[in-house]
């Protein structure tokens, strides 16, 4: 964070520092020990989170009511305590997957399930493809695996720990995945990747607040982002939904739907709704298979959008 106090300015240094040598000191520990025990004590810290990050806890489980995927609180926090323990596996298995997921075997921990059209459409030399996903299973995972077929990129949150940003930065990019600065993602930037013709990754659970679209997501509006649904109107580009399910230690369902198709009624309001409807319904249908592989802790729905939980 840019600031010219120099006290400050010190403060953030020594805080980069300490997390920068922390952040080393935990990748190490994951690299030393075997997958299983790795995944078993990030569950326990996927469980100390909860249990220390009220405020996520509060969130995540007044979502998984709020959806209607649970109906008591017990069961939400249930679902919620897993969704916890799901993102910190997620973690580990990225980390892990340079020695794990290599060119040659990874299909034999991964069972494929894409329409003969679509991997038609993903084989195609020169043709870009819209990709849409949630924060559902392993995203990091299935970027990584759609790459080995068609270049990927993806968009991603800086951290704002500088050090730490290099470091997490030097493990995640695998095959032919490439990762986008969110402050550098913008359309033009979009269409280049689109004319090259890569796959062009983008998440469309993030709440779109007031530029956004309110758009059904579990029978309740949410403000949605309309910039893929923009982008597949102008640019004409084939749109998918896809997703990584996971089904055991290391183990993957890798599953698409598409090309997706909306008939044009010459509204563009109307047309960017109607996308953005059939991939919202797409990601619903993801979570219900495993609700508790879904990152319920962000906020979702916000302010008029979400109603009093009980």
Known sequence: MPTTDPMRTAWLKARYAVEYVLARLVLLLIDLLPLRAAVWLAARFGAAGYRLMWRRRQIARDNI???????????????????????????????????????????????????PEVEALLAEPGRGVIVAGGHFGNWEIAAQLISTIKPVAGVTRPMSNPLAERLVQSRKPRFRFRMIPKNAADPARFLQVLRSGEILALMIDQHGGKPGTPVPFFGHPASTHTGIALLQLVTGAPLCFGYCLRTGLMQYEMRAVGPLRCARSGDRRRDVLAILEVLNSELEKAIRQAPEQYMWGHRRWRGAELEHVG
């Open 65 to 115: 009511l709020f959806s209607g995927i649970a109906t008591d609180r017990r069961e939400a926090g249930r679902i919620a305590r897993r969704s916890f323990q799901n993102f910190m596996i997620m973690i580990v298995e990225a980390l892990k997957s340079d020695r794990l997921l290599n060119d040659g075997d990874w299909r034999r921990r991964v069972k494929v399930v894409i329409p």
